[in-house]
């Protein structure tokens, strides 16, 4: 996307990929599970920190909207 700014997290998994060690499909593996791991945890903090905002009704129905 034009404009857009990479996370420093793309950033971090761009160098650990250029690595010699992680050259290897299995450590290109193992560099994106960590990646995907790291990304998984960002996306959490964000999602509980949205919830907090909302009330508990605007929850209960942002939740059964995921659900479906």
Known sequence: MQGAKNHPMDG???????????????????????????????????YKAFLALLAPQQKGRLKAVQRK
């Open 12 to 46: 971090e998994l761009q160098a650990r990929l250029d690595t010699p060690q992680n050259y290897t499909t299995s450590g290109m593996m193992d560099c994106l599970a960590r990646a995907t791991e790291e990304w998984e945890s960002e996306l959490n903090q964000h």
